[in-house]
Structures are given as C-alpha cells and as structure tokens.
C-alpha cells in the first residue's frame, strides 16, 4: 500500500484527479479503476483509454497501454523475491483467499509454490520487457532501490507530479519509516522488507530452476 499512498498524497499536491482501485470505497465511484484479472485485460484497456488526464494506478499486471500517450512509473522486483513474498502473503494475509486453499498452499510448501506459480509471474515480466523497458515514457524504478536508498528512489518516483522540493522532502521523510526493516512484523502485510529473501526460504535446487527460467529477465534487470 505503499505505493498507493505516495501515489495518493502526491496527486493531492499536484491537483490531479487519481483513479486507483484503493479507491473503492470513495464516494465518488469515477475515480474507483478495476484492478483486473488474466482474463480481463481488454475490459481494463478499455477503461485506462477511457481517461483522459490524471493518474491511474497502481496497475498490477501488465497492461499493454499506447506508451507514447502517459508516462509510466514501471516499479519491479526481483521475481525470485517476488514469489517468495507471495508464497506468505497468500498463504497467512492477503484478503479474498478461503481458507481451504489457504490450507492447501501451505501443505506443498514453498518450493512447490513458486514454482507452480513462475509461469504466471514469467509471462508478467516478459511483457514488462518486451513492451515497457526502454520505451522513454517509462521510468524503471526497483523495490531494492526504494528500500536501500529510498530518498533518491522517491524523487524517482514523484518526478511526473513536478511537486516542489520542501513538498518532496516533507512526503520523503513522512513516509520513509515505511521500509525500514526495522518495522517489519512476521504475519503481517510487511512481513519481510530486506531484499534477498527468497536465499533465506528456498531450496538451492528451486533456486537454480527459478535462475534458469528468469535467466535472461534477471539479466536485464541487473539481478545477476
């Protein structure tokens, strides 16, 4: 939620007109963005195109959207972190999961896990690749940075709103508690912040399937 929220205050500051799916619960139900699934990616393009100004996010797959028309803040992760994460959100915080499912995530374990679900998160971060990165309407941001330098990341990632510098520094310092590992809380939405988790939780053999598969995403990404 992070995101959202820096999102939320910057776009405040700019006077821009912010459309999110954290904003369900608004009163004014114009600026509520359906997040979407795999199978509704036509339906949510429709919607983004439908907007004409302000500033929509966060998406959180990737939809494949006229790049020349917006300017796109791009923020990844290192997918082997990514999946980690996953494993632990699904199976202990993330809302929406019965718990039979739940139940049944956890009796295969977290190996299992990331890789059943590596084809869906390759097949995200191929697109992020192919139709995102190097495209100079996309500014790339990394959830490393934010955590192990996240003054320089944050003016990152508020460029677009052209916010003043004391308006930049006074978000950055109210905010910045939120990825100190210091605060990290086990079965909690921020269980773990520091980067390079999955080293912690996976088996070196899964580690070694996840390296061949992403190989090349890992690469481009400076993962490697």
């Known amino acids: 939620m992070l995101l959202h929220r820096i999102t939320l205050e910057a776009c405040a500051l700019a006077q821009l007109k912010y459309y999110s799916p954290n904003n369900k619960e608004l009163s004014d139900s114009l600026l509520y963005f359906q997040d979407f699934k795999v199978n509704c990616c036509q339906s949510a393009l429709a919607d983004f195109n439908?907007?004409?100004?302000?500033?929509?996010?966060?998406?959180?797959?990737?939809?494949?959207?006229?790049?020349?028309?917006?300017?796109?803040?791009?923020?990844?992760?290192?997918?082997?972190?990514?999946?980690?994460?996953?494993?632990?959100?699904?199976?202990?915080?993330?809302?929406?999961?019965?718990?039979?499912?739940?139940?049944?995530?956890?009796?295969?374990?977290?190996?299992?896990?990331?890789?059943?679900?590596?084809?869906?998160?390759?097949?995200?971060?191929?697109?992020?690749?192919?139709?995102?990165?190097?495209?100079?309407?996309?500014?790339?941001?990394?959830?490393?940075?934010?955590?192990?330098?996240?003054?320089?990341?944050?003016?990152s990632f508020v460029q677009p709103f052209q916010l003043s510098s004391e308006d930049i520094n006074g978000l950055s310092k109210q905010l910045s508690d939120q990825v100190d590992p210091k605060n990290a809380k086990p079965n909690t939405h921020i269980r773990k912040i520091t980067p390079g988790d999955f080293r912690n939780n996976l088996k070196p053999e899964t580690i070694d399937t996840l390296n061949q598969k992403f190989g090349h995403i890992l690469s481009a990404l400076d993962y490697l």
């Open 50 to 155: 439908y907007i004409d100004t302000g500033c929509i996010g966060p998406i959180r797959r990737p939809l494949e959207i006229d790049l020349d028309s917006c300017f796109v803040n791009l923020h990844l992760r290192d997918p082997r972190d990514g999946l980690n994460s996953m494993f632990f959100s699904w199976t202990k915080t993330h809302g929406g999961i019965k718990k039979s499912i739940r139940d049944e995530w956890l009796s295969w374990g977290i190996d299992k896990f990331v890789i059943s679900f590596s084809d869906d998160y390759f097949e995200r971060y191929e697109k992020y690749l192919n139709h995102f990165i190097g495209h100079p309407g996309v500014n790339l941001l990394k959830y490393e940075d934010m955590v192990d330098n996240f003054d320089s990341w944050f003016t």
